[in-house]
């Protein structure tokens, strides 16, 4: 039981550059999420699916785009990366009731030249 | 909409002093409350969540924090500080029957000196 999982650790692009951050859940869970944690700003909602089929915009959606593959995979893509988007992404994912725990994986630092 | 107020980004405490790590939360309905803590190079995990039950809930690894409606606070406290409790600490809101979006507070640093 991984948990939450996401690839990659690291990456560095080049300002204009586009990629896909992925991850997966083996918990059967309904809910997905993207943060960013940048410091002193705590975690951001970036993007959230509450079931598989559905998204919605978050807190800070601009440059970014997600899918909701299947329930177990969630992904967010950058269309054409910025310096502003250097950061720790994080993905969670929960049962999906306002009582849920969200769970947590380990981050990817990204960071944008 | 709501939110969530952490004073003091870091604080720093003996090993074996109280940790006090305060929260004040801003809603117009009942709202859930939780403690996240982060260990360095990790994503968040849960310490404990108030959910009306009670109001002093107790949480993993001697944590725990009341829910003072006349305050609008959810302080965490542990009576002994680890040094293994060096982590960073984010107190977090949901609303009663909007889903599981959680709004975060800025975090606090938590140091436990020898």
């Known amino acids: 039981n991984a948990g939450v999982t996401q690839t990659p650790k690291f990456q560095v692009l080049k300002t204009g550059q586009s990629m896909t951050l992925q991850c997966a859940q083996d918990m059967n869970h309904n809910s997905m999420y993207w943060y960013r944690q940048d410091p002193g700003m705590g975690l951001r909602l970036i993007y959230y699916s509450a079931s598989e089929g559905t998204t919605d915009k978050g807190e800070v959606p601009n440059g970014y785009n997600v899918s909701r593959l299947n329930k177990r995979e969630f992904s967010l893509r950058l269309e054409s990366a910025a310096p502003s988007q250097t950061s720790v992404y994080f993905c969670?994912?929960?049962?999906?009731?306002?009582?849920?725990?969200?769970?947590f994986g380990p981050g990817t630092r990204l960071t944008v030249t | 909409a709501q939110s969530v107020t952490q004073l003091g980004s870091h604080v720093s405490v003996s090993e074996g002093a109280l940790v006090l790590l305060r929260c004040n939360y801003s809603s117009s309905v009942p709202p859930y409350l939780f403690w996240y803590v982060q260990y360095p190079n990790q994503g968040l995990q849960l310490l404990l969540k108030y959910t009306s039950a009670a109001t002093l809930v107790k949480g993993i690894n001697g944590f725990e924090a009341e829910f003072k409606k006349s305050e609008t606070s959810f302080h965490l406290t542990k009576p002994s500080a680890h040094m293994s409790d060096a982590a960073e600490y984010f107190c977090?809101?949901?609303?009663?029957?909007?889903?599981?979006?959680?709004?975060f507070g800025t975090g606090t640093q938590l140091k436990v000196e020898l």
């Open positions: 977090a809101v949901s609303l009663t029957g909007g889903g599981n979006k959680l709004t």
């Open positions: 969670a994912s929960s049962e999906g009731t306002s009582l849920s725990e969200q769970y």
